[in-house]
């Protein structure tokens, strides 16, 4: 049986497409609207509308109580700070013109409940209206500030949680005590009011790497004693060479498995038992050997490819400074590595919340410009070839398009993720 209800649309009289009003709502598919649409084997998929602002990632701080191991502020040059209450002021004043009003991600470089602001700004976003979430190390999540977050009505706080080993833990988040994060969480959990599906829900960021992979089914099965209903593994973002050795995806950005090409044939690969024997080693091997367009349990996993999931989600990122981003990677310049050799990340502005609207800032024609371009993904495949000094800087790319290009991104093929 079906877990979700159908919903429908019709083509009226005049051969136009209808959809349901809160669904064209939510996807800002209003009159006028322009959206990309994209075929697959038996369905019509119409993408979000580049004119709808449906989320914001909020950096209230990029400082840190801990100094993780793969964390960008071991190797960046940049201002720290804390966002200030004019910044957040403005933020609220422009919420009040967007409806329906997007959804605040708090987040970014720094650790959320580090600004002595946190729970009384989360107050105020969810007298709004707002959907809000928060990512949390959980070294500060005492039990007072748990209780508060709970009464101020937070939708959803999500762990960063790499390992249940203390050593391995202490080795990755550096400065955090293992015992004490969890004994934190279990006191969120137990603070939270009875109900079928308590809020705030809970869920686990995994970040993966060589040295704790082995970690992931211990931290998913403490994670559900805990109360976590969503679970997020990413792949790290590699960015020192110490952090390029850790990476999950030294070839998979170069398999042609995960890309869907008119000149190879078709594998349509069924559900099956993923027991791990000889004769299943041997087909899954087959099935992800790159000699193939693969649908995996009908699924074609090229579905993820070049397609940024901030753009996607319409989304912006709004840095402690007020400075507006069009996602978490073009908030601060940056090095990363891609293909063994760094790469150099300018940061991308589109504009400052003490200067413009939120409003004005979304619907700039360049930043507008910027979204189309970025649905389309026409820019150089630099993640699966990677073979030019074009790829070291996301300047140019050896399709003319110019800064910033995102061929690069790996976020735009699915290799890392973020709630």
Known sequence: MKTAVSQWGYVDDNGRLVLPDHLAQRYGLKPGARFVLSEDQNALRLNRSPFQLSRIYLEVTNQCNLSCAMCIRRTWHEPVGFMSEEVFRRLEVDLQDLE???????????????????????WRLKQMGVSVEIITNGTLLTRERSKTLIEAGLDQLWLSLDAVDPEQYRAIRQ???????????????????????????????????????????????LGRKLGAVQFIVSNVYPYSEEMDKERLYVHSPKSITYFKSPWLPTLRFP????????????????????????EFGGINLSQTCDRCPFVERGSVVIGWDGQVSPCIV??????????????????????????????????????????????AFNFSPCTFCGGCDLSETNEEDCLRNTFPTCGGCYWAQGLIQCP
């Open 271 to 294: 559900k099956m038992d993923l027991e791990i024997s000889e004769e299943t080693h041997r087909a899954l091997h087959l099935a992800f050997s790159g000699l193939w367009n693969l």
């Open 330 to 375: 073009l908030l601060r310049s940056h090095t990363t590595y891609l293909h063994g050799k760094p790469r150099q990340v300018r940061a991308y502005q589109v504009g400052f919340l003490d200067r413009q609207s939120l409003q004005e800032i979304w619907r700039a024609q360049d930043f507008v410009a910027f979204r189309e371009r970025v649905q």
């Open 100 to 122: 329906p009003r997007p959804s605040v991600c708090i987040s970014g470089l720094g650790e959320p409940l580090f600004h002595p602001n946190i729970v009384d700004w989360v």
């Open 175 to 221: 400065g955090a005590i293992l015992e004490q994060v969890i004994e934190n969480l279990q006191t969120f959990k137990a603070l939270r009011p009875p109900s079928h599906k308590p809020k705030p829900q809970i869920g686990i960021v995994f970040v993966a790497m060589r040295s704790n992979l082995h970690e992931l089914s211990r931290v998913v099965e």
